[in-house]
């Protein structure tokens, strides 16, 4: 099992980025994908995004909702959030997580991580 984030960059605010998670070793229609961040600073990461593997189901932390998008290409077996709208605050390493369950949950280190992808957002 391996998660790739891809796709961060350095953003003026107002701007959108595309994340990318592409899986291997496991089909991400069945299995739900977290995205999370951690900022810089911070200890914790930060729950952002889950799309569900058992009805498609999405779910947005408060300060991201309305302006961030996750979405799932089969094809691709790849898991993306689109991120519009960006503020400085967004400004962190994104990372994508899965248990292999068909239901979002939190994540936590016994479960499958990317390695990370930075977005900075600056002027």
């Known amino acids: 099992v391996q998660l790739v984030e891809s796709g961060g960059g350095l953003v003026q605010p107002g701007e959108s980025l595309r994340l990318s998670c592409a899986a291997s070793?496991?089909?991400?229609?069945?299995?739900?994908i977290g995205w999370f961040r951690q900022a810089p600073g911070r200890k914790e990461r930060e729950w952002v995004s889950?799309?569900?593997?058992?009805?498609?189901?999405?779910s947005y932390a408060s300060s991201v909702k309305g302006r961030f998008t996750i979405s799932r290409d089969i094809a691709k077996n790849t898991v993306f959030l689109q991120m519009n709208s960006l503020k400085r605050e967004d400004t962190a390493v994104y990372y994508c997580?899965?248990?292999?369950?068909?239901?979002?949950?939190?994540?936590?280190?016994?479960?499958?991580w990317g390695q990370g992808t930075q977005v900075t957002v600056s002027s």
């Open positions: 997580a899965t248990d292999l369950s068909f239901d979002c949950k939190g994540y936590d280190s016994d479960d499958y």
């Open positions: 889950c799309i569900s593997a058992r009805d498609d189901s999405t």
């Open positions: 070793g496991f089909a991400v229609h069945y299995s739900a």
